[in-house]
């Protein structure tokens, strides 16, 4: 019997152990409750302490419609940068071109460019070519100018090439040598002539060269070497200035004089002959006497040898030997 009475107080305990009675506080709430506040500060005083200046603050909640929105922005643009640094210049170009006339329209004909204006660097050397430059060509010198004095320096202005296409008209072409025609021997150990490539028979001439550049009347004192026939073209209307060396010269001289000496010998030589078919008598007498000369000129000979020393000869040294050479080349 005090079995079965003691169940249910047994149950009912339970229920008030399970339940807000039985061994509850009434103070178990309140300690919990500043427990969890006591922690919520901690973190929060923690995450100020270890806050960075340039650290944005954190969203608990779902973020708003602009945040994402300028969270995507960002991303879409370092995606395209990443994009366009891969690109070359004419893939970007191409990709703006693009772009535009999707966005606002129009045709690709209006995007090319015309290239009426181009030019080249041999079309800025031709309209600011000088065949002589001056100081006063000098004097203001823009990138188009500098371009074409660096190319005039570069010229080799010893001998010219000649066109002499037109040479009835008495108008004549004429331009300094290239490096390349300086190697070849073009103008120089070739006929001038550009449409000539003659070795043989080739002199020198020196041309007053009139022309008009810019606008301006200028001359210039030039050297050409030509073969005969270039030569008579040259010279088809007046005859210009040859050019020739002093060695050229002198030897002319040596010749002619030579040549002088020879036929008052053999003059001689005839005058001695006549005489000797008028009789021996004669021929004799101009023996003895040409004998007689022979032997006054080797006496003086003889003695002149003894007056003093042998006279020196002036040797030439081995500069002056190249230049003589080279005037020779050059002639």
Same mark, same amino acid.
């Given at each position: 019997?005090?079995?079965?009475?003691?169940k249910p107080l047994?149950?009912?305990?339970?229920g008030e152990?399970?339940?807000?009675g039985g061994?509850d506080s009434?103070?178990?709430?309140?300690?919990?409750?500043?427990?969890?506040s006591?922690?919520?500060?901690?973190?929060?005083?923690?995450?100020?302490?270890?806050?960075?200046?340039?650290q944005?603050e954190?969203h608990g909640?779902?973020a708003?419609k602009?945040?994402?929105?300028?969270?995507?922005?960002r991303?879409?643009?370092?995606?395209?940068?990443f994009?366009l640094?891969?690109?070359?210049?004419y893939?970007?170009?191409?990709?703006?071109?693009?772009d535009y006339?999707?966005?606002?329209?129009?045709?690709?004909?209006?995007?090319?460019?015309?290239?009426e204006?181009?030019?080249?660097?041999?079309?800025?050397?031709?309209?600011?070519?000088?065949?002589?430059w001056?100081?006063?060509d000098?004097?203001?010198?823009n990138?188009?100018k500098?371009?074409a004095?660096?190319?005039y320096?570069?010229?080799?202005?010893?001998?010219?090439i000649?066109?002499l296409?037109?040479?009835?008209e008495?108008?004549f072409?004429?331009?300094?040598?290239?490096?390349?025609?300086?190697?070849?021997?073009?103008?120089?150990?070739?006929c001038?002539?550009k449409?000539c490539?003659?070795?043989?028979?080739?002199?020198?001439?020196e041309?007053n060269f009139?022309?008009?550049?810019?606008?301006?009347?200028?001359n210039?004192?030039?050297?050409?070497?030509?073969?005969?026939?270039?030569?008579f073209?040259?010279?088809f209307?007046?005859?210009?200035k040859?050019?020739? #060396?002093?060695?050229r010269k002198?030897?002319? /001289? %040596? +010749?002619?004089?030579? $040549? =002088?000496?020879? &036929? *008052?010998?053999? #003059?001689?030589?005839?005058?001695?002959s006549? /005489? %000797? +078919?008028?009789?021996? $008598? =004669?021929?004799k &007498? *101009?023996?003895? #006497?040409?004998?007689?000369n022979s032997?006054?000129?080797?006496?003086t000979s003889? $003695?002149?040898?003894? &007056?003093?020393?042998?006279?020196?000869?002036d040797e030439?040294?081995?500069?002056?030997?190249?230049?003589?050479?080279?005037?020779?080349?050059?002639?």
């Amino acid at each position: 019997m005090c079995m079965g009475w003691m169940k249910p107080l047994q149950k009912k305990e339970m229920g008030e152990m399970h339940g807000h009675g039985g061994y509850d506080s009434d103070f178990s709430d309140d300690e919990h409750c500043g427990e969890s506040s006591k922690r919520k500060k901690r973190t929060v005083e923690d995450d100020l302490l270890l806050k960075k200046p340039f650290q944005k603050e954190k969203h608990g909640k779902v973020a708003h419609k602009q945040v994402a929105a300028e969270l995507l922005d960002r991303e879409e643009a370092r995606n395209r940068r990443f994009h366009l640094i891969a690109m070359d210049a004419y893939q970007r170009h191409t990709k703006f071109v693009n772009d535009y006339i999707l966005y606002y329209g129009g045709k690709r004909e209006d995007f090319r460019r015309s290239g009426e204006n181009d030019k080249t660097d041999m079309d800025v050397i031709r309209e600011n070519h000088r065949f002589l430059w001056n100081e006063e060509d000098e004097m203001d010198m823009n990138w188009e100018k500098r371009l074409a004095k660096k190319y005039y320096d570069k010229l080799f202005k010893e001998y010219c090439i000649a066109d002499l296409s037109r040479y009835k008209e008495n108008k004549f072409g004429f331009r300094w040598r290239v490096e390349k025609e300086v190697i070849s021997g073009k103008g120089q150990f070739f006929c001038g002539n550009k449409c000539c490539d003659k070795k043989e028979g080739l002199k020198s001439w020196e041309v007053n060269f009139g022309y008009v550049e810019h606008g301006e009347k200028r001359n210039a004192l030039v050297k050409l070497r030509l073969c005969q026939e270039c030569s008579f073209k040259l010279n088809f209307y007046h005859r210009r200035k040859e050019v020739k #060396s002093k060695k050229r010269k002198n030897k002319a /001289k %040596k +010749d002619c004089e030579e $040549s =002088s000496h020879k &036929k *008052s010998r053999l #003059s001689s030589m005839e005058e001695t002959s006549k /005489k %000797k +078919d008028k009789g021996h $008598s =004669s021929s004799k &007498k *101009s023996e003895n #006497s040409l004998n007689q000369n022979s032997d006054e000129e080797e006496g003086t000979s003889e $003695s002149e040898l003894w &007056k003093g020393p042998v006279p020196e000869t002036d040797e030439k040294s081995q500069e002056e030997e190249f230049d003589e050479y080279f005037q020779d080349l050059f002639l």
